[in-house]
């Protein structure tokens, strides 16, 4: 691929062109509170309901603070773009279609996922406590930020929790380059007997997350050779913006490829949602399963048994068992020492190319930029 071939590489639809010409810069802090207002601010100037303004902020925050900033206010930009294009709309909310005993179909009008996938959830969640279970198949959504966010909502409800999305086409199906189906993410959260968080799983069908691929495209930097990118032509590539428009590779190989399918049919298939190639913003689908420990067994057995598979995990890691230099973790306790230790420090440090994004978002509104932090 030739310079001027990379250089008119696209972005994947619906992601704003925030890549700078200039140097790079130092990351910069953002108080965390300064952080929330200005996201509050910007979706209520571009139109939204100040509570539902709120409630993106809250989740953006929450993926910044988790570490998976990627999809935390980094993403303010896009889905600004996306009122813009008319792609989506800043009044779109939930609408119930079909309800039966234990499901719901909803119809998120295209409005932005953090808001109308949130809002199903949590009617999810409040049908799968009164009835034992729920499951939950939403359509004509978007981009639904940090997939943890939705199972982890239902663990807080004292529920297991089981979700996916689908998402715009990068993955293609194995032995192709056509992109069919999304990198679709599997989001997981079983709660703990109190005072212990839940045990979270959320991974994308991706080696890294795609975001941060296109914060390297955004900072110009090259992207590490193990992450296993290729270009058209299926040859390496450290180029972030050959690698977005080349073949994205998915964990596994061919397994991969095959979870993509599988969260495809699930998301979108069975939610009655676009699917495979016709996945585009404001077309996405989600399908939520929450259930009651409760309801489907004794719950203290349940909360004894996760005590038990924790321990023997510990056990695991720890004297002899442990291999040098390596540590045991559940599945989202990275996740949780990062907000914890982000929450006392009261700030969250972005790069450079993300908080110009936002000066730029202030000026184009007319609000107050983000303060920086001394």
């Given at each position: 691929m030739t310079q001027d071939q990379r250089e008119r590489a696209p972005l994947p639809r619906g992601v704003p062109d925030d890549r700078d010409d200039g140097p790079p810069q130092p990351p910069v802090a953002l108080g965390m509170d300064a952080a929330r207002a200005f996201a509050t601010a910007a979706f209520a100037a571009a139109g939204m309901k100040p509570e539902d303004a709120a409630l993106?902020?809250?989740?953006?925050?929450?993926?910044?603070?988790?570490?998976?900033?990627t999809h935390g206010v980094q993403r303010v930009s896009w889905y600004l773009k996306w009122f813009d294009e008319n792609l989506s709309t800043p009044a779109a909310q939930t609408e119930i279609v079909r309800e039966g005993p234990a499901f719901l179909?909803?119809?998120g009008h295209s409005?932005?996922?953090?808001?109308?996938?949130?809002?199903?959830a949590d009617r999810v969640i409040e049908k799968a406590r009164?009835?034992?279970?729920?499951?939950?198949?939403?359509?004509?959504?978007?981009?639904?930020?940090?997939?943890?966010?939705?199972?982890?909502?239902?663990?807080?409800?004292?529920?297991?929790?089981?979700?996916?999305?689908?998402?715009?086409?990068?993955?293609?199906?194995?032995?192709?380059?056509?992109?069919?189906?999304?990198?679709?993410?599997?989001?997981?959260?079983?709660?703990?007997?109190a005072p212990e968080r839940?045990?979270?799983?959320?991974?994308?069908?991706?080696?890294?997350?795609?975001?941060?691929?296109?914060?390297?495209?955004?900072?110009?930097?090259?992207?590490?050779?193990?992450?296993?990118?290729?270009?058209?032509?299926?040859?390496?590539?450290?180029?972030?913006?050959?690698?977005?428009?080349?073949?994205?590779?998915?964990?596994?190989?061919?397994?991969?490829t095959g979870l993509a399918l599988v969260t495809n049919l699930l998301a979108g298939v069975l939610a009655g949602a676009a699917h495979s190639a016709a996945v585009d913003v404001g077309?996405?689908?989600q399908f939520f399963l929450f259930v009651d420990p409760g309801a489907v067994g004794e719950r203290s057995h349940y909360d004894d048994a996760m005590e038990e598979v924790v321990a023997q995990m510990r056990?695991?890691?720890?004297?002899?068992?442990?291999l040098p230099g390596q540590e045991v973790l559940l599945p989202g306790e990275?996740?949780?020492?990062?907000?914890?230790?982000?929450?006392?420090?009261?700030?969250?440090?972005?790069?450079?190319s993300v908080v110009r994004s936002l000066d730029r978002v202030a000026e184009r509104l007319g609000i107050d930029a983000v303060p920086r932090e001394a």
């Open positions: 993106m902020a809250a989740n953006m925050l929450w993926a910044d603070l988790r570490g998976v900033d179909v909803g119809d409005g932005l996922g953090q808001l109308v996938a949130t809002r199903f009164s009835e034992g279970l729920c499951l939950g198949l939403l359509r004509n959504s978007n981009d639904w930020g940090c997939g943890a966010w939705y199972p982890c909502r239902a663990a807080d409800a004292g529920l297991v929790g089981i979700a996916t999305t689908t998402s715009v086409p990068t993955l293609a199906p194995w032995g192709s380059r056509t992109r069919l189906f999304g990198n679709n993410p599997i989001a997981f959260a079983f709660p703990r007997r839940p045990i979270v799983f959320d991974a994308a069908l991706t080696p890294v997350a795609l975001g941060k691929v296109l914060r390297a495209a955004a900072e110009g930097r090259e992207i590490p050779a193990e992450w296993g990118f290729r270009d058209r032509d299926g040859e390496p590539t450290v180029d972030p913006t050959v690698a977005m428009a080349g073949i994205i590779p998915a964990i596994g190989g061919y397994k991969g077309k996405r689908g056990a695991a890691g720890s004297g002899d068992n442990a990275p996740e949780w020492r990062n907000f914890d230790a982000r929450t006392r420090a009261g700030r969250v440090v972005y790069p450079a």
